[in-house]
């Protein structure tokens, strides 16, 4: 079984006392929600209580009506046989919750009942929340599940936790990581961005090492995507969605990666396309990068929210939208141009989402200077540019000659090293940052 960091923070959730309230669990679709909540409820509780609102479409009507917890309760065990409701030691499990709106609106309730535990869980709160009569604030505890990231990737090619460590201590002390270290995490970064962080890609991997099932595995949920916009997409939009999502691959392939809508469709407007775009990320199917105007704290106060570039949530999703020959190129390391710069940043920016940042990057107007990403560490703005092979870091340079700015990385494929204020470090390093 792959080992998931989300799995403590459901036992922190367990843990918490006083206004715990119901957990809602978001993320996009196959990235392992159902299956980390099945084994949460199994090793820590006596009673388990699943309700899939997509598998079991007639158990809607148990959320018809009144909606108190001891109502619910009562129409649960008239739906369900076999049920038990142990006190304190019982978990309700509401999965794809946005097909049902009143169970969303249920939570409030059910969140004032501490016998038992409730965790939901949907892939499409982000586009079905308007839907909803009544959003539970303040009875809701919000976790966002990702794809797996670079560790834990390692962890289930049989790296374990002291390693990790060992490896970090690299990236803590500065020090020149050995050639034979540094070849062989490489070698690992290359096969997580031909393979990807969802659960089900990641298994056929560390079964078969066969390439071709990975693909076919990732098209099987390429196509679960595509046809969740057939299904949850409005008649109007459904070609919109499907279009701007296909021309993310493309936008990357380029030296400006800023999204443009005529990649889309010639002479294609924002006002067309907003609402496509808006969708790609409430199903948490894209990650959006913001531009701002000035690389200073606080980053929020400087975007400009009709200017930013677009990533996919996995990056193996993104190589196998570009075909399975991608694979080889990357893994062997023969990729040149800027279409290797744009799956690089892509790796970057789902290292960085994994940890809890919201994307930035910088870019003057005549396009002179860009950084790809900006976080902030204690008030601090810590520029990170990424180079997917060597070269000249000049917008960086310029960057860290600003006094306010302390530091800042760069991130290729090599060794550590420190020259002034420039810190370069090993791509997979990054999953040091926090």
């Given at each position: 079984?792959?080992?998931?960091?989300?799995?403590?923070?459901?036992?922190?959730?367990?843990?918490?006392?006083?206004?715990?309230?119901?957990?809602?669990?978001?993320?996009?679709?196959?990235?392992?929600?159902?299956?980390?909540?099945?084994y949460f409820a199994k090793e820590n509780y006596q009673s388990y209580i699943k309700i899939n609102f997509i598998e079991t479409p007639k158990l809607k009507e148990i959320f018809n009506g009144e909606l108190t917890s001891s109502e619910i309760l009562k129409r649960i065990s008239l739906s369900l046989a076999d049920i038990k409701f142990i006190k304190g030691s019982t978990l309700i499990f509401l999965d794809e919750i946005q097909e049902c709106k009143e169970a969303r609106t249920a939570l409030k309730f059910l969140a004032n009942n501490d016998d038992f535990d409730v965790i939901a869980s949907g892939s499409l709160l982000g586009i079905s929340y308007k839907e909803v009569s009544s959003i539970p604030v303040g009875y809701e505890t919000h976790l966002m599940m990702y794809p797996l990231d670079f560790e834990e990737f390692l962890w289930g090619v049989g790296y374990d936790k002291q390693a990790i460590l060992n490896l970090k201590s690299f990236f803590d002390n500065k020090e020149i990581i050995p050639q034979v270290i540094h070849?062989?995490?490489?070698?690992?970064?290359?096969?997580?961005?031909?393979?990807?962080?969802?659960?089900?890609?990641?298994?056929?991997?560390?079964?078969?090492?066969?390439?071709?099932?990975?693909?076919?595995?990732?098209?099987k949920?390429?196509?679960?995507?595509?046809?969740?916009?057939?299904?949850?997409?409005?008649?109007?939009?459904?070609?919109?969605?499907?279009?701007?999502?296909?021309?993310?691959?493309?936008?990357?392939?380029?030296?400006?990666?800023?999204?443009?809508?005529?990649?889309?469709?010639?002479?294609?407007?924002?006002?067309?396309?907003?609402?496509?775009?808006?969708?790609?990320?409430?199903?948490?199917?894209?990650?959006?990068?913001?531009?701002?105007?000035?690389?200073?704290?606080?980053?929020?106060?400087?975007?400009?929210?009709?200017?930013?570039?677009?990533?996919?949530?996995?990056?193996?999703?993104?190589?196998?939208?570009?075909?399975?020959?991608?694979?080889?190129a990357i893994v062997d390391d023969t990729l040149e141009g800027p279409i290797k710069g744009g799956i690089y940043e892509n790796l970057l920016s789902c290292m960085l989402i994994q940890l809890g940042y919201k994307l930035y990057y910088f870019r003057n107007d005549n396009g002179s200077t860009e950084i790809e990403f900006l976080i902030s560490?204690?008030?601090?703005?810590?520029?990170?540019?990424?180079?997917?092979?060597?070269?000249?870091?000049?917008?960086?340079?310029?960057?860290?000659?600003?006094?306010?700015?302390?530091?800042?990385?760069?991130?290729?494929a090599n060794n550590i090293g420190i020259i002034d204020k420039k810190?370069?470090?090993?791509?997979?390093?990054?999953m040091f940052l926090k």
């Open positions: 079984m792959l080992k998931r960091k989300i799995y403590n923070k459901l036992l922190a959730w367990k843990g918490k006392k006083d206004n715990k309230g119901c957990l809602l669990l978001k993320g996009a679709r196959q990235v392992g929600k159902s299956f980390i909540v099945d070849e062989n995490m490489l070698k690992l970064i290359r096969e997580y961005i031909a393979v990807g962080g969802m659960p089900a890609v990641v298994n056929t991997y560390l079964a078969s090492k066969n390439f071709s099932e990975v693909h076919n595995e990732q098209q949920i390429l196509d679960s995507y595509f046809d969740d916009i057939s299904k949850y997409a409005s008649t109007t939009e459904k070609p919109k969605v499907k279009n701007c999502y296909l021309a993310i691959p493309k936008e990357l392939a380029k030296e400006n990666k800023k999204f443009k809508f005529s990649t889309v469709e010639k002479k294609a407007t924002a006002r067309k396309y907003k609402n496509s775009i808006e969708w790609l990320r409430g199903s948490n199917l894209v990650n959006l990068c913001y531009n701002v105007s000035t690389p200073s704290f606080p980053l929020n106060a400087y975007e400009k929210l009709d200017m930013y570039k677009i990533y996919l949530n996995d990056i193996g999703l993104l190589i196998a939208m570009y075909g399975f020959e991608m694979k080889k560490k204690e008030t601090k703005i810590i520029p990170i540019e990424v180079k997917a092979k060597k070269g000249r870091t000049l917008s960086l340079d310029k960057i860290l000659s600003l006094n306010e700015i302390p530091y800042g990385y760069k991130f290729s810190i370069t470090m090993p791509v997979y390093m990054a």
